[in-house]
C-alpha cells in the first residue's frame, strides 16, 4: 500500500512538473483541440540538376526557418514537424509521392515544388485529397490562369513578372535598342520564360525586331555554337532563361568571347550560383529577381525578418541565401503560419483545413521578402515586386555585387486579378502602375 | 565571317567534345563488349578531379599554365584507380552474363559513383574557368574564339591517335584485337586475357575522365553531368557503329557539323538534327555507319 501511495505521489508530482514547464520550446498555449504537432510534407529536388542550385538551398531554409519558428512556438503553440522528400522523378512518380505524402504519412499540409511541371500536375490531386498544398516555388503563369483550385495556393509570384520586369528594365536602361535575341532552355520555361518577354517589350517597344531565338537543351553544358551566333548577329539585347549550371557555363564560355560587351545580357531569374561563381563572374549582365530576394532588397535594416534570415542562415550554413527558392520556402511557412493563427483567432480552437483556406485567401502576411499578399488567382496567387539590377564584382562579398538596381512595384508587372499575364501584356498593360 | 566558316569551326568545336566524351564508351564496347552505362559517372569523375586538382594549383600561386598538365594528369589518376576496381571488382564477373545483366551492373555502379561523387564533393557546383580564358582568345571576322577550343581539337585527335597507334601499332594492339575476336582461343593461345581487359577498361576510364577533366573549365561541375552526357554519346556511338572509335570520331564530327548548320538555320531542331540522324542511320544501317564485322576490329 505505501508503495503505491509513493508511485501515485511521484506521477502526481511529474504531471504538476510537466504543466508547470510546458513542452519544450513552446512558448504560446496551444488553443483547444490543437493537435501534438502540425506535420508539413516539404517536397523539393534532393537530387538531380535543380537540387544544387535551387532543391538543396530550400532544403536548407526550410529547416532553419521551422527551428526558428519551433523555437518561438511553432504555429499557434504547436511544433511543426517536416517530412521532406525528393521531388526528382517524372511527373507521375511525383504525384504518386504526393499521395502516399498526405495518405500514407498524413502531413497536415503539403508545401512544395520548384518544377512547373509538377505545379501543374499536383493540384487536381489536392484537390481529390482535400490536402492543403502551399506551390512555393516553381514559376509558371498557368496554374491558376487555367483553373481554380479551392486547397492549392502559391505563396511567391509567377513568371510573369520576371519577363515583364526584364522588358521594362532593359528599355530603363537601353531605351535605344532595335534588336533582341533569346537563348532559353528547349522546356516549357525557357518558352514561357521568352513568350513572355518577347511580348512584353515588342508591347512596349514595337520597332523591336528579333534576330534569334536559340533553343539549347536543358543542361546542355555546350553553349559554343549558340554564342558564335549571336556575336554573328549582334543583337542589341540577350534574354535567356538558364539556369543552375547552364547558367555557370554559359557564362564561363561567353565571357572570354566578350559576349557581355558586346550585348546587354539579361536573365529573368537569378540564375543562381551567383555566389558561387565568385570572381569568376562577368559585370554588365542584368540580374533579375523574382521578388525582392537579394542580400540587401529588401533592406535587411529595415525589416527584421529578413536580418534574421540573412544572419541565421549565414551562421548555420556559412553561405547568403541566395537562389530564390531559399526565399519562397519562407514565404510558404510564414503564409501558412499566418493562416493558422489568423484561423485560431477568428475559431477561438485549433482550425481544421477550411477554417485554414477561409484564413489564408486574399491574406497579407510579413516574411523576410516583405509583405506579401495573395492578391490574384482567386486570393490564392500571391505578388511581388520584380527586382533587376546590373553586375559588377564586389571584393567585399567575393562574388557579383548588383548596381542600378530597380525594383517594380507589384502593379507595375503583376496582371490584375483575373486576368492571364500574356493577355494584359497583349492589351497594353491597363491599370498598370509603375514610377 | 561567313556561315559557313562558322559552320566548320563550331562543328569541329562540338565534334572534338564529343569524341572526347564518347571515345571510350566505343572503345570498351569493342573490348569488352560491355555497353557502360556507367561511362557519364566517370566522366563525372574526371570532371570533379580535374576541377579540384586544377582548382589547388590557380589557388597556390603556382605558373596557371600548369593547370593543363594537370587536367592531363586527373584523367589519369581517375583512370588508374577506378578502371582496375570497376573492371576487377564487378564487371569481370559478369562478361559470361547475358547483356541485360551488364547494363543492369553498370548502371548499378552509375547511380553508386552518382552519390559518391555527392560524398565527396557535395551539391555545390565546383568552378574552375581561368583555364578556358587562359590561352586567350582569336577574333575571326567578328567572332570570338578561345583558343582553348583549339587546344580541345588537339587533345581530341591526340587521343584518337594515340588509341589508333596503340591497337594498330603495338603488340599490346594485337593482343587486344585477338582478345576481341575470340576471348577463348586467345586465351588457349596464353594472352592474359583478363589483364588485357583490365588495361583496355582502365584505358576507356581515362578516356571517360580526359573527357570530364577538360570539359571542367567551361562547366560548373555539378551533380547530374553524369546524365546529360551519356544520352549525347550514346547517338554518336550508335552512328559511328558501336564498339569502332574510327566511326566513332566521324559520327561525333557528322552530329557536330549537322548541329553547328541547324543552329544557324533552325536553331529550334538542333537537338532534332542529332537524334534524326541516329534514327535514320539505325534505320538504314541497325550496325551503326562503320559497324557489323568491321567493329571487332575496333
Not at chain 1, 214 to 228: A, D, H, N, V, Y
Not at chain 1, 410 to 421: E, F, I, L, S, T
Not at chain 2, 252 to 274: K, N
Request: with cysteine; net charge neutral.
Amino acid at each position: 500500500m505505501r508503495d503505491r501511495s509513493l508511485s501515485r505521489w511521484l506521477v502526481h508530482v511529474v504531471v504538476l512538473l510537466a504543466i508547470v514547464a510546458g513542452p519544450p520550446g513552446r512558448a504560446v498555449a496551444a488553443p483547444a483541440g490543437a493537435p501534438p504537432q502540425v506535420t508539413i510534407g516539404i517536397v523539393t529536388f534532393l537530387s538531380g540538376a535543380a537540387s544544387g542550385p535551387f532543391g538543396l538551398p530550400a532544403k536548407a531554409a526550410a529547416e532553419f526557418w521551422i527551428e526558428k519558428l519551433n523555437h518561438e512556438g511553432g504555429i499557434g503553440g504547436v511544433k511543426i514537424v517536416p517530412v521532406v522528400i525528393d521531388e526528382a522523378g517524372p511527373t507521375d512518380q511525383v504525384v504518386t509521392n504526393y499521395r502516399r505524402l498526405v495518405t500514407d504519412q498524413k502531413v497536415d499540409l503539403v508545401i512544395g515544388y520548384i518544377s512547373s511541371a509538377n505545379c501543374t500536375a499536383v493540384p487536381a490531386v489536392a484537390e481529390e485529397l482535400k490536402a492543403l498544398t502551399i506551390l512555393f516555388d516553381c514559376g509558371t503563369n498557368r496554374v491558376f490562369e487555367n483553373a481554380q483550385y479551392r486547397y492549392v495556393f502559391r505563396t511567391a509570384a509567377h513568371t510573369g513578372i520576371d519577363g515583364i520586369g526584364a522588358a521594362r528594365y532593359v528599355l530603363s536602361v537601353k531605351p535605344g535598342i532595335k534588336t533582341i535575341a533569346g537563348l532559353n532552355p528547349d522546356y516549357a520555361w525557357g518558352h514561357d520564360s521568352w513568350d513572355i518577354f518577347e511580348k512584353a517589350i515588342r508591347k512596349l517597344k514595337p520597332d523591336v525586331t528579333v534576330v534569334d531565338t536559340l533553343w539549347p537543351k536543358l543542361m546542355q553544358g555546350q553553349f559554343t555554337s549558340e554564342i558564335s551566333k549571336l556575336q554573328a548577329d549582334k543583337p542589341d539585347v540577350i534574354f535567356t532563361s538558364v539556369w543552375g549550371g547552364d547558367f555557370v557555363s554559359f557564362i564561363e564560355q561567353a565571357k572570354p568571347r566578350g559576349l557581355f560587351a558586346q550585348s546587354l545580357v539579361v536573365i529573368n531569374n537569378d540564375g543562381a550560383n551567383v555566389e558561387e561563381l565568385g570572381h569568376d563572374t562577368a559585370d554588365g549582365i542584368a540580374l533579375g529577381f523574382r521578388g525582392p530576394h537579394w542580400i540587401s532588397i529588401p533592406n535587411p535594416a529595415g525589416n527584421q525578418l529578413q536580418q534574421q534570415f540573412i544572419d541565421g542562415y549565414r551562421a548555420r550554413y556559412k553561405k547568403y541565401p541566395m537562389p530564390h527558392g531559399s526565399y519562397h520556402v519562407v514565404q510558404a511557412l510564414q503564409g501558412v503560419k499566418a493562416a493558422y493563427e489568423k484561423a485560431i483567432k477568428a475559431a477561438g480552437r485549433w482550425p481544421g483545413v477550411d477554417d485554414v483556406i477561409k484564413a489564408l485567401e486574399y491574406s497579407e502576411f510579413d516574411t523576410p521578402s516583405g509583405r506579401i499578399r495573395l492578391a490574384i488567382g482567386h486570393g490564392h496567387q500571391a505578388v511581388e515586386e520584380a527586382v533587376y539590377g546590373t553586375t559588377k564584382f564586389d571584393p567585399r562579398l567575393g562574388f557579383a555585387g548588383l548596381g542600378g538596381v530597380k525594383v517594380f512595384p507589384v502593379k507595375c508587372v503583376n496582371p490584375p486579378d483575373g486576368v492571364k499575364v500574356v493577355d494584359w501584356i497583349e492589351q497594353g498593360f491597363p491599370g498598370a502602375e509603375c514610377p | 565571317m561567313d556561315t559557313l566558316t562558322l559552320i566548320l569551326l563550331d562543328g569541329i568545336a562540338f565534334a572534338s567534345w564529343l569524341f572526347l566524351v564518347s571515345a571510350g564508351l566505343t572503345f570498351a564496347y569493342g573490348v569488352l563488349r560491355i555497353l557502360n552505362i556507367a561511362h557519364g559517372s566517370l566522366y563525372a569523375v574526371g570532371a570533379y578531379t580535374g576541377a579540384t586538382l586544377a582548382g589547388l594549383v590557380l589557388h597556390s600561386g603556382a605558373n596557371p599554365l600548369l593547370a593543363y598538365p594537370v587536367l592531363l594528369g586527373a584523367a589519369l589518376l581517375v583512370g588508374l584507380l577506378l578502371g582496375p576496381l570497376l573492371e576487377r571488382g564487378f564487371l569481370r564477373r559478369v562478361y559470361d552474363q547475358d547483356e541485360v545483366i551488364t547494363l543492369l551492373l553498370t548502371f548499378a555502379i552509375f547511380l553508386i559513383l552518382e552519390d559518391g561523387m555527392k560524398l565527396v564533393w557535395g551539391v555545390s557546383p565546383i568552378i574552375v574557368a581561368e583555364p578556358y580564358a587562359l590561352l586567350g582568345q582569336l577574333a575571326l571576322g567578328g567572332v570570338t574564339y578561345p583558343l582553348y577550343s583549339f587546344l580541345l581539337t588537339g587533345v581530341a585527335i591526340l587521343a584518337g591517335l594515340a588509341l589508333w597507334v596503340v591497337i594498330d601499332r603495338t603488340r599490346f594492339g594485337k593482343l587486344i584485337t585477338s582478345v576481341i575476336h575470340d576471348r577463348e582461343i586467345s586465351a588457349a593461345l596464353g594472352v592474359n586475357v583478363p589483364r588485357i581487359c583490365t588495361v583496355a577498361f582502365t584505358g576507356a576510364a581515362m578516356l571517360a575522365a580526359l573527357g570530364g577533366a577538360f570539359t571542367a573549365p567551361m562547366v560548373s561541375v555539378t551533380p547530374g553531368i553524369s546524365a546529360d552526357v551519356i544520352v549525347l554519346a550514346f547517338a554518336v556511338t550508335v552512328i559511328g557503329g558501336l564498339g569502332n572509335v574510327g566511326g566513332g570520331a566521324i559520327g561525333a564530327l557528322l552530329v557536330g557539323l549537322l548541329r553547328a548548320t541547324a543552329i544557324q538555320f533552325l536553331p529550334a531542331l538542333d537537338l532534332f538534327v542529332v537524334y534524326a540522324l541516329m534514327t535514320v542511320i539505325l534505320l538504314v544501317r541497325p550496325e551503326g555507319l562503320f559497324g557489323g564485322v568491321e567493329v571487332r576490329r575496333i
